[in-house]
């Protein structure tokens, strides 16, 4: 028999991990752990804009407050004593500047709040009202001036055409300042962090050190199953260092791994192979620990 039994050569065939997430403990995909991974950090970076929006609102209502006393002043139902000797036009406008600056800087709080808190785009109208309520506050802090002004029977004609075209003016900068033109949806934000975030896969039965970037390193060959989760679920779990073969791939092994993680990785591989050669021995000499042999 001159057959060549040479040992045959194994490809090297790309090792599919069974994944266990970190969160549920249960058999997950990537595009799972992904998807919770992402959600993490959105819990983590998730911040109050109690405060940006109440100081949105107040400043809204500063604004209202100004416009209702530009009119009555315009108007002359509003006449202090200290300006009598001032033409009237000079508080009105005076007071429609103030309308404005409160009006300007409650949107942009407000729209700061927006893109750290996004609201969901699944509702199209509710997404507008909500992203633009600067713009309608704007509508509210001047049109009501315009027209109370305009219909009013008793102004100064000379009061009510200048008033008219400050007002308009104003709405036009208030407006403008006031829309939002980039506005972000929870969707959008959540697509981003799960874009950009990594989801990173440790052993679950060896000791080892390393977390991995890729599910596909050289050094989890060995091993069938993998846990997946985030950075910190890693660490939580003693995986201190990102792998030196992943930091590589990812060109962060001057930053985040260190070489002595390299000998790490060798000598778990080594534990790994050792282990692996022991449990291939014992399946196949499954005689020696069974004792009742079947019947022939
Ligand atoms: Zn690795």
């Not at 109050?48 to 609102?57: D, E, H, K, N, Q």
């Not at 429609?96 to 927006?114: F, R």
């Not at 785009?121 to 027209?147: C, Q, R, S, T």
Request: charged letters at 20%; one cysteine or more.
């Amino acid at each position: 028999m001159s057959e060549n039994n040479a040992p045959e050569k194994k490809a090297p065939v790309k090792k599919e991990h069974k994944i266990v997430s970190a969160a549920t403990g249960q058999q997950a995909t990537k595009e799972q752990v992904q998807k919770e991974v992402a959600q993490a950090l959105l819990n983590q970076t998730k911040q109050s804009t109690v405060g940006l929006r109440i100081g949105a609102i107040v400043l809204w209502v500063l604004a209202i407050g100004f416009e209702v006393l530009a009119l009555l002043v315009a108007i002359e139902k509003f006449a202090p004593k200290f300006l009598d000797n001032v033409n009237i036009l000079v508080p009105v406008i005076v007071l429609l500047v103030l309308d404005l600056v409160c009006l300007i800087i409650g949107s942009q709080l407000w729209k700061k709040a927006n893109h750290i808190n996004p609201v969901s785009e699944k509702n199209k109208v509710k997404f507008w009202l909500w992203n633009n309520m600067g713009l309608i506050v704007a509508v509210l802090a001047f049109v009501p001036f315009i027209v109370l002004l305009a219909t009013n029977k008793d102004a100064d004609p000379k009061v009510k055409k200048i008033g008219a075209i400050a007002a308009v003016v104003a709405l036009l900068i208030g407006g403008v300042a006031s829309y939002d033109f980039n506005p972000v949806s929870a969707e959008q934000k959540e697509a981003a962090v799960a874009a950009i975030t990594t989801t990173v896969y440790w052993t679950n039965t060896r000791s080892g050190k390393a977390y991995h970037t890729h599910d596909d390193c050289q050094t989890l060959n060995q091993t069938d199953e993998l846990v997946a989760g985030t950075v910190e679920q890693a660490i939580a779990a003693n995986r201190v260092k990102l792998c030196y073969f992943c930091a590589k791939r990812d060109g962060l092994e001057n930053t985040v791994a260190t070489e002595d993680g390299v000998g790490e990785v060798i000598i778990n591989q080594v534990e790994e192979a050792v282990d692996e050669a022991v449990e291939n021995l014992t399946e196949e000499t499954p005689a020696e620990t069974t004792e009742e042999q079947p019947a022939a």
